[in-house]
């Protein structure tokens, strides 16, 4: 059974960092893609960075790149997010998700199978 646990959200000040983690079991990560997700008040949920371990692969949305860096830890089982230079525009609802379609496209929503529950991240002074 997929399981998705994120962690690490909370209130950070602007120009802070956090780093999410997402443990993922009952699969390999080599054999899925790995992603994170947000979604704000009133927005649609987007990709923020996503990685295919086994093609070797990584997606950054244009929000985050140069701020945001996405890594696995195999032997943990564990994906995480770092954050930096955060500001209130991070602000929303971050998603740990995983698919395991041969097909899908790297990043989009509706390709990915498995969810987690989402943790806050909140950036404000």
């Known amino acids: 059974q997929v399981q998705l646990v994120e962690s690490g959200g909370g209130l950070v000040q602007p120009g802070g960092s956090l780093r999410l983690s997402c443990a993922a079991s009952?699969?390999?990560?080599?054999?899925?893609?790995m992603g994170w997700f947000r979604q704000a008040p009133g927005k649609r949920r987007e990709g923020v960075a996503c990685?295919?371990?086994?093609?070797?692969?990584?997606y950054y949305g244009d929000s985050v790149k140069g701020r945001f860096t996405i890594s696995s830890d195999k032997a943990n089982a564990t994906v995480y997010l770092q954050m930096t230079s955060l500001g209130p525009e991070d602000t929303a609802v971050y998603y740990c998700?995983?698919?395991?379609?041969?097909?899908?496209?790297?990043?989009?929503?509706?390709?990915?199978?498995?969810w987690g529950q989402g943790t806050q991240v909140t950036v404000s002074s």
């Open positions: 009952g699969f390999n990560l080599d054999y899925f893609g």
């Open positions: 998700a995983a698919s395991d379609s041969l097909l899908y496209r790297l990043c989009l929503v509706s390709d990915y199978d498995y």
């Open positions: 990685v295919d371990n086994g093609r070797g692969t990584t």
